[in-house]
Nanobody, 121 residues
Framework: QVQLVESGGGLVQAGGSLRLSCAAS?????MGWFRQVPGMEREFVAV????????SYADSVKGRFTISRDNAKNTVYLQMDSLKPEDTAVYYC?????????????????WGQGTQVTVSS
């Protein structure tokens, strides 16, 4: 069982930046971020694979969010710039040992507890 611990959420004004971190207790292949607002399905944000560092982003965050990882620390980061009020959500870290670049929640076996990101207008 892989444990994921997120940090870095908070309250920020529109146009500001936040950096989320997620530390895994063991090595995984893919690590990604999803977000969810009440009453809505969990939405894919970004993913990065371990070996070649392949990435994928949701269209809504392209050019504003950057995913990166430190394999030595089993940690993935999400740098969020130019934040908008519509980015407000609980952000979840996810991990998988699949070799695929996964953009759907069902592909991930391990999840963090979530961290709240609130962007005020």
């Amino acid at each position: 069982q892989v444990q994921l611990v997120e940090s870095g959420g908070g309250l920020v004004q529109a146009g500001g930046s936040l950096r989320l971190s997620c530390a895994a207790s063991a090595r995984t292949f893919s690590m990604g971020w999803f977000r969810q607002v009440p009453g809505m399905e969990r939405e894919f944000v970004a993913v990065m694979t371990r070996s070649v560092g392949s990435t994928s982003y949701a269209d809504s965050v392209k050019g504003r969010f950057t995913i990166s990882r430190d394999n030595a620390k089993n940690t993935v980061y999400l740098q969020m710039d130019s934040l908008k009020p519509e980015d407000t959500a609980v952000y979840y870290c996810a991990a998988s040992n699949s070799i695929l670049v996964l953009t759907t929640a069902r592909g991930y076996a391990y999840w963090g507890q979530g961290t709240q990101v609130t962007v005020s207008s």
